[in-house]
């Protein structure tokens, strides 16, 4: 007996589906329904339901993906040399919040074991931070930070670890354009974040551009002057390298592990507390998408975004290309014509930004999103934004702007490049999770990171890689609700420690990468 493939179709408009067998299907398979196969259609890939004609449109999530540039017979596979991108969404059209859903049924009870901050904020692990302000000094904070994690922090015992806030920027910019406040606001609230307990060593060189004060502008700053270290309650305390008192490599290390070892004692005296859902700060994001991820793992996302919400957390999602094709899915969701109209802002400045390179958002899908099945940027937007999933749009923060807690679903302006994303993100969030189809190793130092996988496949081959597999939402033997709630009680567990993600197991911590749009000199 012939096997039947099995298919997907997100909406009862779409007018293809994609294959589930990781095997593929067979040409002449005949599908449920009585559609047989005119040629073989791998994993996560488009067949064509019925005939199209060119210039038809090719219909998924309800949306038109795009026009085929010849004529498809019903059965054929649908690659994406046979469709032409369409144009995004004319943002002097848009809907302004004509469609703002009811607000969510509140979620009460649900709470995690995390730290308050002075300030309070709430940090869900607790760190050693060592801020820099330029690249120059990042080897010799990796030094010291190896040192520490040697020497001292086996002494520390509450203390999570230890972690050299190093980046690209700092010195050969332009520092007083426009576009440098997005990284140097960025760095300032990494600096200081909520896991950091909010005060830092900063180890500057001394002549850089980006100096300490301008770094975090509202720190009380105490310089190294070879004297006994003061207590540091909350304020940065600053080394710099080309300072007269620091004589040669072994002392500026020594200083360094002084400060630590004065910073570990405090932060070793630390608890971690009961305190409500609402307290945590979630970044969303996906990376090495396939055409599972709109179908599984990013609805899931979406489902426990909602849930988020409804404990009065904050939900932010991002990536500017993954959403411009979709935003006229979200203006009509906005709390506000003004939020709706901060939204366009944003997707304007990225048009914008994007023109100026000679780039459009046709740029942004990937070999590896290809071959998991995406044809183009506009399928791949209408996939991303189920992240975002039901309730109302709130706030939209615009690059390198630090969003608080309780401020329910936030779209955070970022490129859609996983590590500048995920370094913007980390301005505010506490919590991280990353959806992949094809598979990724990214992991963060500073926040856990949760994996989820769109597709059985991808948790089999890395079981050691992979935190939650969605892939049983293709194959019907879980539903996007069943995988919504195990995402938000891992969630919780992670936050409160009681798990670790596998990116904290291994130490998978990709470089901080700030987005800096202005010129460098």
């Not at 801020?131 to 120059?136: F, L, P, R, S």
């Not at 988020?308 to 939900?315: P, S």
């Not at 901080?512 to 010129?519: E, K, R, T, Y």
């Amino acid at each position: 007996m012939n096997h039947q493939p099995v298919s997907v179709r997100v909406d009862e408009r779409d007018n293809v589906a994609i294959v589930v067998d990781a095997e593929g299907a067979a040409a002449g398979a005949r599908m449920a329904g009585g559609l047989t196969l005119a040629e073989a259609v791998p994993q996560s890939h488009k067949v064509v339901l019925h005939e199209l004609a060119a210039g038809e449109p090719v219909i998924r999530y309800g949306e038109a993906i795009g026009l085929v540039n010849r004529r498809v017979r019903a059965g054929a596979w649908l690659r994406e040399e046979m469709i032409d991108l369409p144009a995004a969404p004319a943002l002097d059209e848009l809907a302004l919040a004509t469609r703002v859903p009811a607000a969510l049924e509140p979620l009460e009870g649900y709470t995690f074991e995390g730290f308050r901050n002075a300030d309070g904020s709430v940090a869900t692990r607790n760190l050693l931070g060592i801020a820099t302000t330029v690249q120059c000094v990042a080897p010799t904070v990796e030094y010291a930070a190896r040192r520490i994690r040697e020497q001292l922090l086996p002494r520390f015992p509450n203390v999570d670890g230890v972690v050299a806030v190093t980046h690209s920027y700092g010195c050969g910019v332009a520092i007083d354009a426009p576009g440098a406040a997005v990284p140097i606001r960025t760095l300032g609230h990494i600096s200081q974040h909520a896991n950091l307990g909010g005060a830092p060593l900063v180890v500057s060189l001394g002549c850089e551009k980006l100096q300490p004060q301008r770094l975090l502008p509202s720190a009380a700053f105490q310089t190294y002057s070879g004297a006994p270290l003061p207590v540091l309650q909350g304020d940065p305390y600053v080394l710099r390298l080309q300072d007269r008192d620091l004589r040669g490599f072994a002392e500026i290390v020594s200083a360094i592990l002084r400060y630590a070892e004065r910073r570990l004692e405090e932060l070793n005296r630390r608890r971690r507390q009961t305190v409500p859902a609402s307290e945590l700060i979630v970044g969303v994001q996906c990376g090495g998408s396939d055409a599972f991820s709109g179908v599984t793992c990013n609805p899931a996302v979406g489902y426990a975004a909602d849930l988020l919400v409804r404990a009065g957390a904050t939900v932010m999602f991002s990536e500017v290309t993954e959403v411009r094709d979709a935003v006229h899915l979200l203006t009509p969701r906005c709390v506000s014509p003004e939020v709706a109209r901060d939204l366009i802002r944003e997707m304007r400045w990225y048009d914008e930004y994007l023109g100026r390179g000679q780039a459009d958002r046709s740029a942004n899908p990937t070999p590896g999103n290809k071959r998991g099945g995406l044809a183009n940027v506009v399928e791949k937007a209408l996939g991303s934004v189920a992240k975002a999933g039901t309730s109302a749009l709130r706030h939209v923060a615009s690059h390198g702007e630090k969003v608080g807690a309780g401020r329910g679903l936030v779209f955070a302006a970022t490129p859609a490049s996983d590590f500048i994303c995920g370094t913007q993100q980390l301005a505010s969030m506490n919590m991280h999770v990353f959806t992949t189809g094809e598979g990724s190793p990214y992991g963060m130092a500073m926040v856990p990171v949760i994996k989820v996988s769109s597709r059985t496949a991808l948790a089999e081959r890395w079981p050691d890689l992979i935190d939650l597999d969605a892939g049983p939402i293709a194959s019907g033997k879980a539903t996007i609700a069943d995988i919504g709630w195990e995402l938000f009680r891992l969630l919780l567990d992670s936050a409160s420690g009681r798990r670790r993600t596998w990116t904290e197991h291994w130490g998978l911590h990709n470089a901080l990468a700030p987005f800096n749009p202005g010129p460098v000199t």
